[in-house]
């Protein structure tokens, strides 16, 4: 019997997901090339930050209707 996989049906994510994302991916580059300084967000885990946002992308393309 072969193998079958369930297709991923991939859907654009809606547009508060992408802003969302941007925003958080842009706050993370600033702090870490611009030297803005964000409490929240320090130099030693902007690359956290940015695999944050890039995690939220991909939740908004896989899940639909989010």
């Given at each position: 019997?072969?193998f079958r996989r369930a ?57 639909r209707r989010l």
């Amino acid at each position: 019997m072969p193998f079958r996989r369930a297709p991923i049906i991939l859907t654009p994510p809606s547009f508060p997901i992408f802003v969302a994302s941007v925003i958080v991916a842009v706050l993370a580059l600033l702090v870490h090339y611009g030297g803005v300084s964000i409490p929240v967000i320090t130099a030693r885990r902007a690359f956290d930050v940015l695999a944050i946002a890039y995690v939220l992308l991909l939740v908004g393309v896989l899940v639909r209707r989010l």
